[in-house]
C-alpha cells in the first residue's frame, strides 16, 4: 500500500488561503484515486474532494462552493488541496486518502480508501 504524509496546513485569518500538499510513496500514485477529508472539533470526518487515477475528473462536497481545489502531480507522487476563501467553519484536521478498488473512479466513501495519512491541522480564525 502507499504511505500518505500531508503537509501545509496552518492557521489563517478567515477569508485567507492555505494549499496542502500530500505526498505518497510506495506504489505508483497514478494507480491510485485519492481524497480529501477533514474532521472538526466534536464531529465526524467528513469527505472534502475527490480526484480521479490521473486527474481527469473531480468531485467536492457541497460545503466547498467553489472555494477548493484538488489538483494532482503523479510524477510527483503529490496531491493537492488549494483552498481559499477559508472560514471558521474550516477548522479542521485534513487528511488525504487513496485508494484502488478497479470500479471506483473518485470516491466520497471513506470504505473505498486503503491509505490514509495522519493529517495535518488547520486553524481559521474570525
Known amino acids: 500500500q502507499v504511505s500518505l504524509a500531508e503537509s501545509g496546513g496552518g492557521s489563517v485569518q478567515a477569508g485567507g488561503s492555505l494549499r496542502l500538499a500530500c505526498v505518497a510513496s510506495?506504489?505508483?500514485?497514478?494507480?491510485?484515486?485519492k481524497s480529501w477529508f477533514r474532521r472538526a472539533p466534536g464531529k465526524e470526518r467528513e469527505f472534502v474532494a475527490a480526484?480521479?487515477?490521473?486527474?481527469?475528473?473531480?468531485y467536492y462536497a457541497d460545503f466547498v462552493k467553489g472555494r477548493f481545489t484538488i489538483s494532482g502531480d503523479n510524477a510527483k507522487n503529490t496531491v493537492y488541496l488549494e483552498m481559499n476563501g477559508l472560514e471558521p467553519g474550516d477548522t479542521a484536521v485534513y487528511f488525504c486518502?487513496?485508494?484502488?478498488?478497479?470500479?471506483?473512479?473518485?470516491?466520497?466513501?471513506?470504505?473505498?480508501?486503503?491509505?490514509w495519512g495522519r493529517g495535518t491541522q488547520v486553524t481559521v480564525s474570525s
Open positions: 486518502a487513496a485508494g484502488t478498488r478497479g470500479v471506483v473512479s473518485t470516491s466520497k466513501d471513506e470504505s473505498d480508501f486503503t491509505s
Open positions: 510506495g506504489p505508483p500514485f497514478r494507480d491510485y484515486y
Open positions: 480526484i480521479s487515477r490521473l486527474g481527469s475528473s473531480t
